[in-house]
């Protein structure tokens, strides 16, 4: 009962997120990770989905900006391949976010799951019943707001039965804030993605024909608008609000709750943005999953505790914010 009551629940909050599509034309590009995520990605990677817009396709290997690729596995994690069922005297741990837990600029083995599980298999005995092993799994998808991460967790990640999940810092949801006709769906900027239309092929068929080396992004297909000019996101950040984003994380959380599955939220880093607007975007949603998520007894970690000399690359941050998550999850009472 609770199962399908959360199912019902999830596609109600997930139909919110495939919005009607509008005219907003696409604009100049920040220089920003979570714009990467739709500019850079190739989107044959990618497919339509009902309800959370877009996910990732399984067994694909997905090239990377600086040349590095994404071993998707069948049930479309990264990495090594999940069970779908959880195994016996094991912690099954889900990693799940977007683009920064997903690893968009780093190999494989250099991801915070990864870097994870490397850090618990370095210090594992043989398994008991009293001290199971970790066994860890990624399944953020780049760009990936609240919505979307709440609604796939839901519907589709619970069932791979996690004894704990870690979400990512989710400062997709910065960029919603930043563009302007905010929607409490999302629908300012995500369009809905049915199939490619004659638009779409017609594109393709160019690309093809012109043997470019980069395809169609991922932009072209889900994007309705993205952030404009210095005067257009601080009128967009003016407009906006964090209600839906509170809702979809207490959704998460309650949802977790109920399947006793322990959560650990990593807040966002607000450090190194472009500039002061999406700072303010991103303290934002610092605030507001703190208050949550402390006054709901949830653990979290704070990314902004990553020494600066760690933030010369993400394979170096991962490094340091795994020993943070490591100690988290081995705290938790298990």
Do not use: C
């Not at 309800?51 to 900006?65: A, Q």
């Not at 999940?82 to 683009?99: D, E, M, Q, V, Y």
């Not at 990624?138 to 967790?153: D, L, N, W």
């Amino acid at each position: 009962m609770f199962r399908t009551t959360v199912r019902v629940a999830a596609m109600m909050i997930a139909a919110a997120i495939v919005p009607f599509h509008n005219d907003h034309s696409l604009q100049a590009q920040p220089k920003r990770s979570a714009l990467d995520a739709f500019a850079l990605l190739n989107a044959d990677a990618f497919e339509p989905h009902p309800y959370f817009v877009y996910t990732i396709r399984s067994g694909y290997n997905l090239p990377l900006p600086g040349g590095s690729t994404a071993t998707i596995n069948a049930l479309g994690g990264r990495g090594r391949a999940l069970t779908p069922k959880h195994a016996p005297r094991t912690r099954r741990i889900l990693f799940i976010g977007g683009s920064n837990v997903f690893g968009l600029m780093v190999a494989d083995g250099e991801t915070l799951a990864s870097q994870v599980e490397a850090r618990f298999a370095a210090a594992e005995s043989k398994p008991t019943e009293s001290r199971p092993a970790w066994e860890i799994g990624s399944f953020a998808v780049p760009g990936y707001t609240s919505h979307e991460v709440a609604s796939a967790f839901s519907l589709k990640w619970i069932d791979y039965e996690p004894d704990a999940i870690v979400v990512g810092d989710l400062d997709a949801d910065a960029f919603a804030y930043l563009t302007e006709g905010y929607r409490n769906d999302y629908g300012h900027l995500w369009k809905m993605w049915i199939d490619e239309g004659d638009e779409m092929k017609s594109k393709r068929s160019a690309v093809n024909a012109a043997k470019q080396a980069h395809p169609l992004a991922l932009a072209e297909f889900v994007l309705a608008a993205v952030p404009g000019d210095e005067a257009s996101r601080k009128r967009a950040l003016e407009q906006s609000n964090t209600q839906s984003f509170e809702t979809n994380i207490k959704f998460l959380a309650d949802v977790a709750a109920g399947r006793k599955i322990r959560t650990l939220f990593i807040l966002p880093d607000s450090r190194h943005r472009s500039d002061g607007i999406e700072i303010r975007a991103v303290k934002r949603i610092r605030e507001a999953a703190a208050r949550i998520f402390i006054s709901k007894n949830i653990r979290l970690v704070d990314s902004e505790n990553v020494p600066e000399r760690n933030l010369s690359s993400s394979a170096s941050r991962n490094e340091f914010l795994s020993g943070m998550v490591a100690d988290q999850l081995t705290r938790m009472n298990w």
